[in-house]
């Protein structure tokens, strides 16, 4: 099986590994000792590194986890603690990413991990795809970065809601009115104000906003991107709504809310 790896491997390169049946065998398994030497070699030239369940183990037999925060299995935290004294073996947690370095839990887990790294680099709507595909929805440990509203309101199975939820996640910044969302959803206004109350847990008109909100997020990295710019951009009709509404999600003004990022940034 090892024979199977390349010798090479070029970025942007993900090197996933998954969980195994059992235990590894670190000390008397020729595969396994010939596939640690291999992640040894290959490793820096990785631009993912991404360990699921017990795949962590792996890494952390490597040399990957050393210094670095990472989670496993609880069942295999103890274990992984042992094989790494340096690791910051976080328990109760999803997943955990550390540079370019990911670990998940249990094997659940690393579909919530995967589903993350699929909005990381080819952005939230493709990853909400994928979620709904798999009819699944991503999830985040406390302490992790908020889940992003492309995600977060698709855990249900009603094909009208998600439909008219594909068709504003095409374009948020467009001015929706609910009569155009319930033709397109083929039910009345009233009808489909319900269905998204039901499924969504949420009015139509607050859905649309958060996703406007994460616009406004992303636009925000650019310091040079004025308030007025991203109320524009973002599909709000003036920075006074935008203010209004940005202040009812994230409880504080944008300015303020782009100094704290800006900072956190710095931190790093």
Not at 73 to 92: F, G, I, K, Q, T
Not at 145 to 165: A, K, N, T, Y
Not at 174 to 199: D, K, M, Y
Request: charged share 25%; with cysteine.
């Amino acid at each position: 099986m090892v024979k199977l790896l390349p010798q090479i491997i070029e970025k942007p390169a993900i090197v996933l590994l998954a969980g195994a049946r059992g235990e590894y065998d670190f000390e008397g398994s020729d595969d396994v000792r010939a596939t640690t030497r291999w992640l040894e070699r290959v490793a820096p030239s990785a631009s993912l590194i991404v360990g699921v369940c017990s795949g962590a183990l792996l890494a952390a037999h490597a040399g990957l986890l050393r210094g670095r925060a990472c989670t496993t299995h609880h069942s295999l935290a103890a274990e992984l603690r042992r094989l790494d004294p340096s690791a910051d073996v976080l328990d109760n947690r999803l997943f955990v990413v550390d540079g370019h370095v990911h670990t998940s839990a249990g094997v659940t887990s690393g579909i919530d991990l995967t589903l993350a790294l699929v909005a990381e680099l080819a952005g939230p709507i493709v990853a909400s795809k994928a979620a709904r595909n798999l009819v699944v929805y991503s999830r985040r440990a406390a302490g992790d970065p908020q889940v992003s509203p492309w995600l977060e309101s698709r855990d249900h199975v009603h094909p009208i809601v998600h439909r008219v939820q594909d068709a504003i996640e095409e374009d948020p910044a467009r001015t929706w009115t609910l009569q155009a969302l319930a033709s397109i959803g083929g039910v009345s206004p009233r009808h489909l104000a319900r269905l998204f109350r039901e499924n969504v847990g949420t009015r139509v008109t607050d859905y649309i906003q958060s996703l406007r909100v994460e616009l406004a997020r992303r636009l925000m990295s650019n310091d040079e991107v004025a308030v007025e710019r991203l109320a524009e951009a973002s599909g709000f009709g003036s920075s006074r709504q935008f203010r209004r509404v940005w202040r009812k999600f994230e409880g504080a003004a944008p300015l303020r809310s782009r100094r704290g990022a800006k900072r956190r940034r710095a931190e790093r």
